[in-house]
């Protein structure tokens, strides 16, 4: 079996698209998800699965949602190897000890035309960022909620973005890490 993670975009958050992580996970069971596990409230999961077809088993998980909590989220998905890669390939290490300033946006697809020059123009003197394949990382000193920047990043990389701080994805790579074979 494969260790996947699963990041599902816009859920529990100021009210809307209630999903709790219990109903989250019952729900996976019963698709034949194996040991799944969820972190904090936002969706994030890892599970176990034979299934290959990454882009089918997300369709497919958020069909299901939509059937039993009736929204569609779209889902990220995510083999454990790539999110621990994406750790590793963090270009702002001095960043990792304030874990609420250092985000990685996981993208659905490589942007091929993104508009980098810009979020250049909107980071202020502190912010910095970059783009590696599929994440965009994003440091904010300044705290993520006075970001100009950051409000920008999806438009201007053109393709769908869901973010995860510093401390999320290293616990995910935790737990992906402890229930992988």
Do not use: C
């Given at each position: 079996?494969?260790?996947?993670?699963?990041?599902?975009?816009?859920?529990?958050?100021?009210?809307?698209?209630?999903?709790?992580?219990?109903?989250?996970?019952?729900?996976?069971?019963?698709?034949?998800?194996?040991?799944?596990?969820?972190?904090?409230?936002?969706?994030n999961v890892v599970f176990q699965?034979?299934?290959?077809?990454?882009?089918?088993?997300?369709?497919?998980?958020?069909?299901?949602?939509?059937?039993?909590?009736?929204?569609?989220?779209?889902?990220?998905?995510?083999?454990?190897?790539?999110?621990?890669?994406?750790?590793?390939?963090?270009?702002f290490p001095a960043a990792q000890d304030n874990y609420k300033t250092l985000h990685f946006y996981f993208l659905e697809s490589v942007p091929h035309t993104p508009d980098l020059a810009l979020l250049e123009s909107l980071k202020t003197e502190h912010e910095q960022f970059q783009l590696i394949n599929k994440v965009f990382y994003l440091h904010t000193p300044d705290g993520i909620g006075r970001s100009k920047l950051a409000t920008k990043v999806e438009k201007a990389l053109g393709v769908a973005t869901t973010a995860r701080n510093w401390r999320t994805v290293n616990k995910m790579v935790e737990i992906g890490t402890a229930v992988a074979p």
């Amino acid at each position: 079996m494969n260790t996947f993670i699963a990041l599902l975009r816009g859920i529990n958050v100021g009210g809307h698209n209630k999903l709790p992580m219990r109903d989250l996970v019952a729900l996976l069971d019963a698709m034949g998800l194996v040991n799944v596990q969820t972190y904090i409230q936002s969706g994030n999961v890892v599970f176990q699965t034979d299934h290959t077809d990454l882009p089918a088993l997300a369709r497919e998980m958020s069909t299901a949602i939509e059937a039993n909590h009736g929204f569609k989220p779209q889902v990220m998905m995510l083999r454990l190897v790539d999110l621990a890669t994406a750790v590793a390939n963090n270009p702002f290490p001095a960043a990792q000890d304030n874990y609420k300033t250092l985000h990685f946006y996981f993208l659905e697809s490589v942007p091929h035309t993104p508009d980098l020059a810009l979020l250049e123009s909107l980071k202020t003197e502190h912010e910095q960022f970059q783009l590696i394949n599929k994440v965009f990382y994003l440091h904010t000193p300044d705290g993520i909620g006075r970001s100009k920047l950051a409000t920008k990043v999806e438009k201007a990389l053109g393709v769908a973005t869901t973010a995860r701080n510093w401390r999320t994805v290293n616990k995910m790579v935790e737990i992906g890490t402890a229930v992988a074979p």
